[in-house]
């Protein structure tokens, strides 16, 4: 309502003379289809955000992974060193490439690679044997 005036007030000397009132009605009925639109807008707006939040029951395994192995493989990683738990970690959970993770460490790209593949095959063989408790 409060808009519908000052539009009026704004645009006082362009109102037609013989018509005011059908005028203010014109520019109230405008101003109440602005105000539906938004509400659509948000509405619309909140729906979608709604649909991309993930649901609540979600966990954090969902029976996809067996937490025991998580656990065995967080021990397997302490055992590497601090550099070599870094390039797997940037590479294969944050998913850099060789050059990116060079980038991060100061490192070359090369010397990634063969750091990923030592550490890849540490980490294999000391999950192989158990050689880490769970």
Partial sequence: MQATFETAWVKLDVIPLLSQR???FGVARNHLRNLVRADRRRVALVDALSAMRPPDAVGLFEGAVDPAVVDA???ALSELSETDREVVQLSLWHGLDAAEVGQVLGM???NVRVRLHRSRGRLSVLM???E???
Avoid: F, T, Y
């Fill in 22 to 24: 059908a005028w203010l």
């Fill in 73 to 75: 493989l967080a021990a």
């Fill in 108 to 110: 070359s790209p090369g």
């Fill in 128 to 130: 192989a044997d158990g």
């Fill in 132 to 134: 880490v408790e769970s």
